[in-house]
């Protein structure tokens, strides 16, 4: 392919994944763009992420180890690198280094001490350590490339080693390739992905008990240099931009890079920015997802979220499902009507606001809010609920306070149309509450279960709405279409919609050219 038509092939492939409705959505986050971070390198390589969300990265030529800290700083980590090139930190903070020039596999700990961990294979030096990748049981894979001079190759050929737990036998487990480069496994140490950059192709294995690998198949029709994997699964190779390809092997999305990219890794504080190094500088790009080794993140969890700038920070949204989402707001943790059902809250940070909008099961569980609660934890709930949780504060329809700091509205919440057999509402009028919450100039708000009410259309200045969509309990599609036409949000999450098809919505609001739709997982 000729590099006009790739470069248009790429645009077309960002242009579609960032498109609002059923459209696939990007894994950038919307709107952000490719940053330089540094400059003024001779060949970036081996981005790696601390525990706490630091850079580390190796300019090879140079001979140097950098560290890119999370308050913008640049400094230089290690001098006499050996001619670093792939880098990765094991579980208690050292990290590990290919030796490219050293033809070694070396752990840095975080005083700058050095030990050689592999130099030798059945008594010969190496190629040219490239890059590698821990599993979590703490073995080493790692390839061994050679890039210019054949001198003094002692391997008979190119392959990838690994090094085992006990860093005690160093096994050769793949033979057949011709250049392997990156390496990247799945946080659950079973598939591990390696690039033939010599063969131009990308391969995919099973990660057997001890270390060997099985079930080689064909992952991608490309080569790489350096990979990362998300926790969604997609893969990150480095071509002519970043290549993303879902864990079934399809190209979903290239981000494009000012300049070649050598290699990727997730960071940042939240693990949700990726790292590019490319040829003499450093960039980075926000994400939608976040990257699959760090533990703590709540993507890291499964779950989707979706960045929005306001004028006091960055909002985010994380759709956990049905009429449960939780909001990250400068590190404030809001949960809405969290239950049990959609996410194992053992696993979350401990909440600082829950609103809950009304007492039906898949709305108010007790459960879920006590182990979200922490000393200092506001929780916003309807009269009814309060009789089960204690300790909360109760908004009736129409009430507005500040709690922790931000603005909450109380809109009432009901069914018109939609009634139970006996002739009762199945959300009668004056129990359940949507909530407006306010960031910064962005206002959100969360209708709960209830119908296209006036009080719902009267609202002004909504940026973004979750409407509740599934029947008998709710609202239609056209419903949803008419509330939205009427109050004008700048975007419709449609939600809690069970069995209804979101993307009627899409079609019903085709015309309102101000209104997008963004279907997320949320039946
Ligand atoms: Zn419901």
Redesign the pocket.
Known sequence: MNRKLFSLTAFMLVAAATGYGGEKQSVVALGAQVIKLAGGFSFTEGPACDAAGNIFFTDIPNNRIHKWSLDGKLSVFRENSGGANGLFFDKTGNLLACEGGGRRLVSINPRGNVEALAEKYRGKPFNSLNDLWIDPKGGIYFTDPRYGSRDNMQQGGEHVYYLTPDRKEIKRVIDDMVRPNGIIGTPDGKILYVTDNGGGKTFVYTINKDGTLSNKKLFAPEGSDGMTIDNQGNVYLTTRGVAVYNKKGEKIEVIKVPEGPANVCFGGKDNSTLFITARTSLYSVRMRVSGAEQQQSITELGFEQDIFQTSAGELKIILIG??TLMFDFNGKLIHV?PVSREADYTKFTKADLILI??G????LDPKAINILRKEGTKIILTKACAERVAGGIVMQNGDERNVQGLKIEAVPAYNIVNKRSNGMAF?PKGEGNGYVITFGDKRVYVA??TENIPEMKRLEGIDIVFL?M?LP??MTPEMAADAAKAFKPKIVYPY?YGQTDPNKLVNLLKDSKDIKVRIRKMR
């Open positions: 049905h009429g009507d909008t009304h039906h099961g898949d709305h959300h709960g279960d509740p599934n309990y709710t809690h």
